[in-house]
């Protein structure tokens, strides 16, 4: 080989990372959220908050804007450093951005058993909205862009991609080998049976919403603060994958971790393809950014061609009403 | 603490109540997000409510709102046939999207013809393109048992990129042009305007012929009521001889034929002609969601919803021009009217309790 097709080989690993983190995060948190029984199709409108309020705080923690009020005529746009705390702080806002969101649905949808579709298509369309509003209110039309140019690294790659990755097994191991884990799949799995132990069942789904939220918020964060600049939309559909993902990994954390860095290098490599081609006419091009969509059908196609390894593998309650018996 | 009991009978009047709630909810949370966004909000709001007698002719503004409500409900009452049968197509935009292709492919294979006859021939067409554009999920959830919803939503990315590529590439047109577009249609095909000066014109009568047909079928025929019971009963349904499979086909030809037929409507009465995506979709397929749960996807319902929210739509971006009020608060209250709605509807059939301790089951030993 080549040195050149090394370092090609080599970055599009790295494209890889960045486009399969966020899908990694947003899909295991969903993951919780449907082994409790709740199907929350707002992971799009949650990323795309997460990711304006992780870049409004990233953005506010940079600059330093007016000291005129404390001193008159002293008006200077100060640059600061940017630290591994703020940074932190900046993924705070976008994970608490995000679980007030799914806040708003755990309400609808476990307080006033509102339908799951229903509301969470209309969380995804209000969190383009809002985000999409509140950012052109924030930055107006001309901005610059956020500079985090040292976002704080452990061994070459982003503290969240690592954070994702130990994710991983932390999950498969809450839930399959803990106490609250066997609460979380009782509780998807047949909600009469867990009510009639005793559990508290709009409490719990309350909670895995929750953590559902802040983990697709923090998805939303890393796209802006490490990948790309914020923008309307931003998120390109990618919390609608992470939801295919989901099926893609029947429920697994380990097949859905496999699955998003398919995806990953899937998009990673189509958008090298343009490299490669450089002859390629601008029309063919946009035929080719449909792939990871197209790639998306197809999987699913493959997937649920056995309708076993469908019903095995979700949970028994996925997406139904409660309805307590009294 | 309170809780929820079941109601012995359901009303009529359980559901007026639930709705007018619902109302009241929304008009409240609306004029806290107007007190939020505008420095003189009682202005705007009576600005927003009572735009058609301010400043332009009234008929103007109100051709506007009959304009966007009937794409609106259009698409949304061809969306109600399959979310009472839990079949969730939500890609409504893409259909709409492969409607306007459709017609415009239709428009070139008559040979760019110049008579008024050829414009059933272009809606067909473009009826037919929203169609086959719906019948990919319903085919892949059928033959494959794939989940409807993410393959009809991924196809609206597909379909936006699509119509991109048709207008720079294949049926590119004038180049001098400031973005990707076709070659415009013959005038004389477009539909001609109603009233002179307004947005009226007689496209938006076929969509309201097309609204009633599809509304008397639902209201007053066995196939409709079968179709509108669906959702509380699908075992009744399945008794009654009706297969889960053909209501997912019949959803899919039915919405897909909608959305596809405003499309046409819109590229052949709008626009003239086919513009690249982001210019050209106004993200009526994804409003129109939002109208059907709104009308609680009854026809009468949605017609409402539609004229509601197309008026809000309206008058929003006449206070963002007036007052300098961002038009997005449309969209917010949209989205409030959904939650209030989607949230009041489990008063149909349950009453809230206060309960000095709450009835909860306990394990014993």
Known sequence: MTPETVSFLINLLAAAVLLATPLLLAALGELVVEKSGVLNLGVEGMMLIGALFGYIAAYNLQTITCLEELIPGFCQKEERVFTTGDYLMALCSAAIAGALLAAVFGFLTQGLRANHVAVGLGLSILGAGLSNSLGSNFFGVNYTSVQVADHPEMFGQDLLVWFSLIMVPVIWYLLQRTRTGLVIRAVGENHDSAFALGYNVPRIRFYCILFGGAMAGLAGAFIVLVHVDWKEGVTVGKGWLALALILFGTWRPMRVLIGAYIFGLLWASELRLDNLFPNWQLEWKTILTTSPYIFTILVLVLISRNPRLIHQNAPGSLGKIFNPPS | ?365
């Open chain 2, 1 to 365: 603490m309170l809780y929820l009991e079941p109601r012995r009978e359901t009303t009529v009047w359980t559901s007026v109540r639930s709705i007018m709630l619902a109302l009241v909810i929304t008009t409240v949370i609306s004029v806290l997000v107007m007190l939020a966004m505008s420095d003189r909000p009682a202005d705007a709001i009576w600005q927003l409510l009572t735009f058609p007698w301010q400043g332009r002719r009234m008929e103007v503004q109100l051709g506007l709102v009959a304009q966007q409500a009937a794409y609106l409900a259009t698409i949304a009452i061809g969306l109600s046939v399959g979310f009472r049968a839990n079949v969730w197509n939500i890609g409504a935009e893409g259909q709409f999207a492969l409607g306007s292709v459709g017609a415009y492919a239709g428009y070139l294979l008559l040979g760019s013809p110049e008579s008024l006859w050829a414009l059933p021939l272009i809606l067909i067409a473009g009826m037919i393109g929203g169609c086959l554009w719906a019948m990919i999920p319903a085919v892949l959830r059928i033959k494959f048992n794939t989940n409807e919803l993410l393959t009809s939503l991924m196809l609206v990315y597909v379909a936006s990129h699509i119509l991109t590529y048709l207008c720079i590439g294949p049926w590119k047109g004038d180049p001098k042009a400031g973005q990707a577009e076709t070659y415009p249609l013959a005038k004389s095909v477009r539909p001609t305007d109603l009233i002179s000066g307004t947005e009226l014109h007689y496209g938006l009568i076929i969509l309201l012929v097309a609204f009633l047909i599809l509304a008397g079928f639902l209201l007053f025929t066995l196939l409709g009521y079968r179709l509108r019971v669906a959702q509380h009963t699908p075992r009744a349904e399945r008794f009654a001889g009706f297969s889960p499979n053909n209501t997912i086909w019949l959803s899919f030809i039915v919405s897909g034929a909608m959305a596809g037929l405003a499309g046409a409507v819109y590229m052949t009465a709008e626009t003239g002609k086919l513009i690249q995506a982001e210019n050209y979709l106004e993200n009526f397929g994804f409003a129109a969601i939002v109208i059907a749960f709104l009308g609680r996807l009854h026809p009468v319902g949605i017609l409402l919803a539609a004229l509601m929210i197309s008026y809000i739509n309206v008058g929003a971006s006449y206070i963002q021009a007036s007052l300098g009020v961002d038009d997005s608060i449309a969209d917010l209250i949209e989205v409030v009217a959904l939650f209030a709605f989607l949230g009041t509807a489990m008063l149909d059939q349950y009453r809230v309790r206060r309960s000095v301790a709450r009835p909860r089951p306990v394990i014993q030993p």
